[in-house]
């Protein structure tokens, strides 16, 4: 008994154990306490939905029109609970004023929770659909004649080697880097949005667009790569100096169909149709130029021994120039035809 009556006094400051008497004002009091203790426990007894209910409140809504009715009862929740007294004095209170027993309930955690989950719901599955959208469209590429007839190109004996794998593996790991969901159903999304307001895939309202706009501008970046690499094949292809080889087998139906073309444009949708078609096509051109060599040249190279230049330093840059060209044009093998591609 001692030592409740001391710990009282080192707790709550009662004089009973230093007086060795009870007064009637400190037995009240701690009756009193006693009954806020049993009000305490009982209300920790709704520790999931607070935990909820403290997990949409804390959560940063953006401000989207869409979201207006939800935002309305967020507000309202969190003004009534800033003072929880009231319903930690009666779970009724709580259960009917906060919780809420049906989602047609307004401004109960239960309509904030049916409205969220409604709004959610749409907004995964919309997101989810354009970013696969941007999915399929780089599954293709990958599969397509573009990138078939890229890698049938390298077997022509001007062209670069090895572009067509770099191309593929940038592609395929720019659709891997694409957002995901491990599991899009309905019951995974309503078993997460009862406990927070974001999927297991922490998509939010806030970043939906930032993930779309990132999709799509990588989706394009796949197309971009794939397009520059086959207008630069066509160019090199469609130079007059290969034209003029090729037009040695004139009466080959292929070099014919390719002599035909009148830009690189042209040139390129015929290549991509008939080298997915029949990739055979290139021993026919092969033939004609075997002994031409491409070689690929970055002007970021030249590096001039002036960088600023004015009229009379122009002779001296062109012929610096004209010899970093020259020590490109080098012939490496006797009897073939080296060409420079700048890039
Ligand atoms: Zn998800």
Do not use: W
Request: hydrophobic residues 35%; contains cysteine.
């Amino acid at each position: 008994m001692d030592s409740i009556l001391f710990a009282l006094d080192s707790s709550l400051g009662y004089k009973a154990f230093e007086k060795d008497r009870s007064s009637q004002e400190e037995v009240d009091d701690l009756a009193n306490l006693l009954r806020i203790y049993d009000k305490v426990q009982a209300f920790l007894g709704f520790e999931r939905e607070l935990a909820t209910l403290q997990s949409y409140l804390s959560y940063e809504l953006p401000d989207i029109p869409e979201l207006g009715r939800v935002r309305k009862i967020h507000r309202s929740l969190a003004d009534r609970i800033k003072d929880p007294k009231p319903y930690v004095d009666s779970d009724l209170k709580f259960r009917s004023e906060i919780l809420g027993s049906s989602p047609d309930q307004n401004d109960t955690l239960q309509s904030l929770l049916h409205e969220y989950s409604a709004l959610y719901s749409t907004m995964h599955d919309n997101l989810l659909s354009g970013v696969e959208e941007c999915r399929a469209e780089m599954a293709k590429l990958l599969t397509g004649d573009e990138l078939r007839a890229l890698e049938a190109m390298e077997a022509i004996s001007a062209i670069p080697k090895g572009e067509h794998a770099t191309i593929s593996r940038k592609i395929a790991e720019l659709k891997d880097s694409l957002f995901s969901c491990h599991d899009p159903s309905a019951s995974s999304l309503n078993l997460a949005l009862q406990i927070r307001p974001e999927h297991d895939c922490g998509l939010s309202f806030a970043r939906a667009d930032g993930i779309l706009k990132d999709a799509r501008s990588r989706a394009d970046e796949a197309r971009t790569t794939i397009d520059d690499a086959l207008n630069r094949r066509a160019e090199i292809l469609y130079s007059p100096a290969i034209r003029e080889r090729l037009s040695q087998g004139i009466g080959e139906p292929a070099i014919d169909a390719i002599l035909a073309c009148h830009s690189p444009e042209e040139l390129r949708s015929h290549l991509v149709e008939s080298l997915s078609e029949d990739p055979s096509v290139v021993d026919v051109i092969n033939r004609y130029l075997k002994r031409v060599v491409i070689k690929a040249v970055k002007i970021s190279d030249f590096q001039p021994t002036i960088r600023t230049v004015e009229r009379e330093h122009l002779e001296r840059v062109v012929s610096e120039f004209r010899k970093f060209l020259e020590d490109r044009l080098s012939e490496p093998e006797i009897d073939s035809r080296l060409m420079l591609q700048l890039e």
